[in-house]
């Protein structure tokens, strides 16, 4: 019988190991899931719109900021137009840049041009959205819709994910 104790205890480990490795596996499928939650995505004709996000804003705040990017997969050009939310009286996107190393933000007027198998990224200190005239403040955790419309694609409602107030550009979702 006391030779049969170490033959036990050496079977028991590898059990042990197996049930490890699963418990690894099925973290890596929850950790998957949770990647491909927080990276939506959506599709309108050959342009993938990659997850649009704004920044939570203080109590007060009149405006707010989008990002987002756009990949056309097409073989010919695109604008974005226009944008529209419910929660804010108007939308557009701005470009910023510093000139002179004075920070300056305008308007795009005419739309914003996505190459023929392109991308563009609309991000913080460049091309973004500015929802002006919030009617409610954007609340970290939540979504929003807003619905973008495209010169050739035609228009796709997104929602954007509103993530912390003090979030930088997020490597993982704008690329």
């Known amino acids: 019988m ?3 104790l170490p033959v036990a205890r050496a079977q028991a480990r590898p059990r042990g190991f197996e049930q490890l490795g699963l ?3 099925v973290l890596l499928i929850l950790l998957a899931c949770v ?3 927080l990276a939506h995505e959506f599709k309108a004709g050959d342009l993938e719109i990659g997850h649009p996000w704004s920044r939570a804003t203080p109590p007060g705040a009149k405006v707010a900021g989008g990002y987002f990017t756009v990949t056309n997969k097409g ?3 695109d604008r974005l137009l226009s944008i ?3 929660i804010s009286d108007t939308a557009g996107v701005h470009e910023m840049g510093v000139k002179d190393g004075v920070m300056t933000m305008r308007p795009i007027n005419g739309g914003l041009e996505i190459p023929a198998g392109g991308k563009i990224a609309l ?3 460049g091309f973004h959205v500015m929802f002006i005239g919030l009617k409610r403040q954007p609340k970290q955790g939540e979504k929003f819709p807003a619905t973008l419309t495209f010169e050739k694609a035609g228009s796709v409602t997104v929602e954007f ?5 003090g979030e930088t550009e997020m490597d993982d979702h704008v690329e």
């Open 2 to 4: 006391s030779n049969l």
């Open 23 to 25: 418990a690894a596996f």
């Open 35 to 37: 990647r491909g939650a």
């Open 75 to 77: 073989s010919a050009p």
């Open 84 to 86: 529209s939310s419910d």
């Open 123 to 125: 991000k913080p200190g």
């Open 161 to 165: 994910a509103v993530e912390g107030m």
